[in-house]
């Protein structure tokens, strides 16, 4: 069966810090993996996804993250943190084809100190 | 174009009442599902569709009713609520259901309440 660890509930960074959240997954078939970013009180929507080709990921806001098989991981960084970076960030895993149900992690809270 | 559109944004429920939590998506999305979200547990799936009159199961189906009459709709029924219920339930959509690597698109969720 498919699950997703997000490691930390909550990750404190200072402004101009580099962002780092952290993001395993088990699969048996090779998996779609996914960002996606919660504000306050509003949906998710997605940072960035890995699919197949390029394991390097670039998203939205200047996020980026690395597909690693052998480590079974998909983190997320970004070099510089923002004020507006503060969010709930949510890593998740669907299966391939026709894989009808998508897993999400617990959820990592940013917290961005000025 | 206003995406996906959850109603209503908050809801304060007795236990044992039923209700519907309504989500719509303009954007001609084949697949269609619902989630809760609870502190610390992330996003569980509750049930899911692929389109109109084709419904499944997720993680957590229990007390909890779809049906999927046409592609805009797909409302979500607490048959008898149940304090356990008290959570955030987020809409969402995507193209289509086989290509499982498409993005989904979440409306902006229903706070429930069950006293």
């Known amino acids: 069966a498919q699950s997703v660890t997000q490691l930390g509930s909550h990750v404190s960074v200072s402004e101009g810090a580099l962002v780092l959240l952290r993001c395993n997954y088990s699969s048996s078939v090779p998996p779609y993996l996914f960002w996606y970013v919660q504000y306050p009180n509003q949906g998710l929507q997605l940072l960035l996804k890995?699919?197949?080709?390029?394991?390097l990921v670039k998203g939205i806001n200047g996020f980026e993250a690395e597909f690693k098989k052998s480590e079974t991981s998909f983190h997320l960084t970004k070099p510089s943190a923002h004020m507006s970076d503060a969010a709930e960030y949510f890593c998740?895993?669907?299966?391939?084809?026709?894989?009808?149900?998508?897993?999400f992690g617990a959820g990592t809270r940013l917290f961005v100190k000025a | 174009n206003a995406g996906v559109t959850q109603t209503p944004k908050f809801q304060v429920l007795k236990t044992g009442q039923s209700m519907t939590l309504q989500c719509a998506q303009d954007?001609?999305?084949?697949?269609m599902s619902w989630y809760r979200q609870d502190p610390g547990m992330g996003l569980r799936l509750i049930h899911y569709s692929v389109g109109a009159g084709i419904t499944d199961q997720g993680e957590v189906p229990n007390g909890y009713n779809v049906s999927r009459s046409t592609t805009e709709d797909f409302p979500l029924r607490l048959l008898s609520a149940a304090p356990s219920q008290t959570s955030v339930y987020f809409c969402?959509?995507?193209?289509?259901?086989?290509?499982?690597?498409?993005?989904?698109?979440f409306g902006p969720g229903t706070r429930l309440l069950v006293l």
């Open positions: 969402a959509s995507r193209t289509t259901g086989t290509v499982s690597f498409e993005t989904q698109y």
């Open positions: 954007m001609n999305h084949e697949y």
């Open positions: 890995y699919t197949t080709g390029a394991t």
């Open positions: 998740a895993v669907t299966l391939g084809t026709g894989g009808f149900k998508t897993i």
